[in-house]
């Protein structure tokens, strides 16, 4: 499912409804800046921030240790790997080693860059084009098409500003305010990388837009002040679509 679940939000491990929408685990590796908070950490550490949470995995090191040492197949794997076998910080290098593979090359638009004119169609040319006409490219740019900055969300109209003040979904509109508490991070996030975009809907940090065209008016609605014409937005969407890679030499 492109390295998410495909959710609005996730499903926490009580069953009930978490309040972020799922990113892409594919090219994680290549982002600078992880979460949606947009926080400089490495895959080691969100693991650890993750496998702590008492919402999304609800764990601690000693019994996970326990329940891998109990386990022949990961006992005798690390003993071969490790010198110190089984640890925890091996554990973490080897979960996040795993995910510095997920990587997904070989799009049409990587083609396209190398010189393969015909990878991509007219309509997606035009579509890069205006992505980079539009101002698309300030943000979304860099070998993971995003992931390498913060923002706003509504650098020139407010798409909160009908939010119910104090509600519980309020706070996570909030963004890095609620990792600094600096008035200058209210509503920022981390731009989140295009590839495998058309692949990885709902969008946003509430999943509350379904589908690419409507995405693309929105932000340019929102983050450049402008209303998009249907034409142009289809052809922007396109464009994203040249974005699917490859995982294992296959298409996601």
């Known amino acids: 499912m492109a ?5 609005k939000v996730s499903i926490d491990i009580r069953g009930g409804k978490d309040r972020m929408n799922t990113p892409t685990v594919f090219n ?3 982002n600078p800046l992880l979460t949606w908070y947009g926080r400089r950490i490495t895959l080691e550490q969100q693991l650890e921030d993750v496998l702590a949470n008492v919402k999304h995995m609800g764990g601690n090191w000693d019994n996970i240790l326990l329940r891998l040492a109990k386990d022949p197949f990961y006992k005798n794997r690390f003993e071969q790997l490790f010198t110190d076998g089984l640890t925890r910080n091996n554990v973490k290098h080897a979960i996040a080693s795993f995910e510095r593979s997920l990587i997904t090359p070989d799009s049409p638009f990587d083609h396209y860059l190398r010189g393969d004119d015909s990878a991509i169609s007219s309509e997606q040319k035009t579509g890069y084009e205006l992505f980079k006409q539009y101002g698309c490219v300030a943000c979304h740019q860099g070998i993971n098409i995003g992931g390498n900055v913060n923002a706003r969300l509504g650098t020139f109209l407010n798409p909160f500003a ?6 519980a979904q309020a706070k996570f509109n909030f963004g890095r305010y609620n990792l600094t508490g600096s008035d200058n991070d ?4 981390r731009v989140p990388s295009l590839r495998n975009v058309a692949k990885t809907a709902p969008y946003f940090h509430v999943g509350n837009i379904k589908s690419l065209e409507k995405a693309v008016k929105f932000m340019a609605k929102y983050q450049l002040g402008r209303e998009i014409c249907d034409e142009d937005a289809r052809s922007i969407a396109e464009f994203l679509r ?3 890679g490859q995982y294992n030499g296959r298409s996601i």
Do not use: C, I, R, W
């Not at 390295?3 to 959710?7: K, T, V």
């Open 162 to 167: 009908k939010q119910e003040k104090g509600s």
């Open 3 to 7: 390295g998410d679940d495909g959710l």
């Open 28 to 30: 994680v590796s290549l």
């Open 186 to 189: 209210k509503h920022v996030f």
């Open 242 to 244: 040249s974005l699917t």
